[in-house]
């Protein structure tokens, strides 16, 4: 999550406050209902305007997940090798969904916002905290701020953390994607050159290749000794963030989580707009599941 | 002429087979070039999808692993909670569409840049080809732009009153219709054009001459000589509408209740962020579809009199 | 006074097609000023650019060589699909009006059907007939420029393109024979020609007009495509403008929204110039032909 240090100087808080507030996600001692009171309050004061408070992500996206994780849903039983839906988390999630509309902080109408001015709204500060991903900030440095300064422009109003929880004292939360690189088997292409593409592989999958990258389009590192080169660890952001990996989750491999993801999507979209009520989403969400999904989910409370 | 009449009359049946053989041969050299792509891309493609619709292949059975389950997934569908919403949608969807703009917007503009200065017209005419020239990503950027929030949102920014809120969740259909819409009409606004200035000038004259006024000589002048090119663009953009879901994909993704069918069918099949592609489940939808649309075909044939147009082509003198 | 108010409705009913035409056209013209505006600008509020101008949109032209690899390949693409279409919807058309063979009705009906399969439902089955293309010597994979005619060649996207055009295309080629004259069609074989002398030498520049507008149509549709090239050439190069404008939004790298918009301007001004100019052509479709039309 990044917050807008000056707004929140703006309301009040001090440097230190500012300053403290990445550790008290992580601690959890700062909430998503905290989140939520803050945005309010500023967007009462006039701090920031209605509907700047909080922007999440604006399309179809796994970061969302992190909502649901922040209520303590889980996802995956590797043990059974099936999903799981945890119907508490579930509504919660929901209902925050729901209440970052309610109480002013999120626009109605926001989800299909465009990502082009999602982009120029935050990295501008026109907003008090936001949802976004690591990559982003090279994104706003090339693209939107550059004559402002680029990342110096960035690094002075804009702060980061983990996504807060929603439990209080349980640490924050953050989603991670890992990938895989594929080679495709001589059966398949009629090629047999696998061997090549393998060392191919293996030459770049170095930490210099992976750091310049990393620093570059400020993404995270893929290996651990990454963490030791000092390229990465000299690079302000990444360096900042590299706690985070020790909090975060992944989505789960499963084949049928295409469909699983697309119905927690939609209910949520539908709880969000106020077309129907968290509650009703989250039971029609678990409904659609079951029926989609089957046997390979394991329904809890 | 007297040569091809005697021949004609004169010729005895052994005669007449050859020739009727003659002009299949004739025919097919003809025919086979274009017959065997139809038949590589288009005839076998079908068999295979109407066999995948047979199958549960996915990405999790891969190519090796899959069933056939003969009409179980058709039975999904039929069963699914959302088929007959869907269904509903995407009616409503092609026949606005179709009503408003690919025959509407057509015809409208059509008539009216026929009616002014031909230079004038030509503008016009190529103004509206833009949508359909423009790569669909810019072109429905572009009206998600429109529709934005303000600041940045043209239609915001200059109708206040519109409330400033990103308009697209608002109004989801009226921008699918539109955005469809400003592309379909070009294809009939071409058709349409160009079969009113085949009008011979000297019948637009003297209707005028006649007495009548612009909108009789519309009704009883022009709109007749329209009837094929009628027929013809009402099929064929039906069908276009039935199956077209790239830009509703692009705009909305299907969200704020305008999944239509084809998109549905899309989703399934090939379009998962996660990797789990069902493809014999997307192949029933498409199925689905194709069947529905082969029958609106069928039924335009039948209405415009479709026989009219493929009468058997003079015997020739050979 | 009479004379006077005549002339006013007169005048009236002059404009009042453009000015309704305005009307109608209004969100086009707006929309694509939009565009314009935006590949020179960073931000927009509006029409109105946020910020100073800038040529930093366009850069691509002189900083990126692959587009106008890809502009080549995109060139290629429609001018063979072109040429396809044209070529077998001439032939095919010319028998589906002239001559006389079993078969002839239905199929006539069967390519109007065809129409109703969505390309995209038919991309896997289609991915299968290009790999057993590809096992064909020579024509799956080594024919210059085009590469062949398998999967992951630009010929085979040409080949699919091609196909999926024919149905229009025959019809309207139908159309277009339908309209000469048959005292032209029989003084021709009369004189001793074959049915391809014929159709070569006689018919087909008559119904020039037509021909053209099909060529026109297809050259600007081909230009455009994407989903076929996007889904059947994996390799970078050999990758066509449209395919290569959706390679550069992703989400986790950073996307300029003012050089997709340029990118997608440079794809759509020379269809455009090339449209403004044959326009004339397109709007003979129905005026070909001895017999009717102007």
Known sequence: ?301 | ?318 | MNADRMTWRERFNSAAPIIALSILTFPIIIGFIWIFISTFSHTTYGLEPQGRLTLENWSFLWKDPKIWDVTLNTIILSVGQTIGVVALSALSGYALSRLSFPGRKTFLAMTLILHSFPAVTLLIAIYFVLRWINRIPILGNDIPIIGGFGYNTLGGVILVQLALQLPLGMWLMKGFFDNVSWDLQRAALIDGCSHFRAWWQIILPVIRPGVAALAIFSFVTGWGSFLIPYTFITDQENSVLAAYLRGMMGETAPVSYGTVAAVGLFQLIPVMIFFIFTQEYLMNIFSGGSKGGT
């Open chain 1, 1 to 301: 999550m990044f917050f807008n240090k000056t707004k929140l100087k703006e309301l009040g808080w001090s440097d230190d406050e500012i300053a403290a507030l990445p550790e008290k996600i992580k601690n959890g001692e700062f909430t998503l209902d905290d989140m939520i009171a803050t945005a309010k309050e500023a967007v009462e004061k006039g701090v920031v305007e209605p509907g700047f408070g909080y922007w999440h992500r604006p399309t179809k996206g796994g970061d969302f997940l992190q909502y649901y994780a922040a209520y303590g849903g889980r996802l995956y039983d590797p043990e059974q090798d099936k999903l799981i839906v945890s119907k508490g988390a579930l509504t919660n999630w929901y209902a925050f969904q729901r209440k970052v509309v309610t109480e002013g902080i999120t626009p109605e109408n926001y989800i299909g916002t465009e990502f082009a001015i999602w982009h120029d709204t935050v990295s501008h500060g026109n907003a008090l905290f936001w949802n976004g991903g690591v990559w982003q900030w090279a994104d706003w440095a090339e693209n939107y701020v550059k004559d402002q300064g680029g990342q110096d422009y960035l690094f002075d109003f804009v702060g980061y953390a983990l996504q807060p929880s929603g439990i209080e004292g349980q640490p924050g939360v953050t989603l991670s994607h890992p990938l895989v690189y594929m080679i495709t088997s001589e059966q398949a292409s009629g090629d047999s050159n696998q061997d090549a593409a393998c060392a191919l592989l293996a030459k770049t999958t170095t930490p210099e290749v992976n750091t310049m990258h990393a620093v570059e389009s400020t993404h995270l590192g893929i290996l651990k000794s990454q963490s030791q080169d000092s390229e990465y660890t000299s690079d302000r952001l990444l360096s900042d963030t590299l706690y985070m990996l020790d909090y975060n989750f992944y989505q789960p491999n499963h084949p049928m989580y295409g469909p699983y993801f697309d119905i927690l999507f939609d209910n949520m979209v539908k709880a969000e707009n106020g077309e129907v009520t968290p509650e009703q989403a989250a039971e029609d969400a678990v409904q659609l599941l079951q029926s989609e999904i089957g046997d390979a989910l394991i329904v809890e409370d």
């Open chain 2, 1 to 318: 002429m007297a040569v091809t009449t005697r021949t004609a009359t004169a010729a005895p049946p052994k005669e007449g087979v050859l020739r009727k053989l003659r002009s299949a041969s004739i025919g097919f050299w003809f025919m086979s070039p274009a017959v065997i792509l139809v038949v590589l891309f288009f005839f076998i493609p079908s068999i295979i999808v109407f066999g995948l619709s047979m199958t549960n292949l996915s990405t999790s059975t891969g190519f090796q692993n899959y069933d056939w389950v003969g009409f179980e997934n058709y039975h999904k569908i039929f069963t699914h909670p959302d088929a007959g919403p869907t269904a509903l949608r995407t009616i409503f969807y092609v026949g606005a569409t179709l009503a408003l703009f690919n025959v509407g917007m057509a015809l409208v503009v059509a008539l009216l840049s026929t009616h002014i200065p031909r230079r004038a017209g030509f503008i016009f005419r190529a103004l509206w080809l833009l949508p359909r020239l423009t790569p669909s990503v810019i072109y429905i950027m572009m009206w998600k732009f429109m529709a934005a929030a303000s600041p940045y949102g043209i239609l915001n920014r200059y109708f206040p009153f519109l409330g400033g809120q990103n308009l697209l969740p608002d109004a989801p259909w009226v921008f699918v219709i539109l955005t469809n819409g400003f592309i379909g009409a070009s294809f009939g606004m071409i058709l349409f054009a160009s079969a009113i200035e085949s009008i011979p000038r000297d019948f637009m004259n003297a209707a005028l001459v006649d007495g009548c006024n612009a909108w009789q000589r519309i009704r009883y002048v022009i709109l007749p000589a329209l009837r094929w090119p009628l027929l013809f663009v009402t099929t064929y953009q039906t069908l276009s509408l039935l199956t077209s879901f790239e830009q509703i994909f692009i705009l909305t993704d299907g969200q704020f209740g305008t999944e239509v069918w084809a998109l549905w069918s899309y989703h399934r099949a090939l379009s998962n962020y996660w990797g789990n592609f069902q493809w014999g489940f997307g192949a029933a939808l498409a199925v689905v579809l194709v069947v529905i649309g082969a029958v609106a075909a069928v039924i335009y044939m039948r209405f415009f009199q479709f026989n009219q147009l493929v009468q058997e082509p003079l015997v020739e003198a050979l």
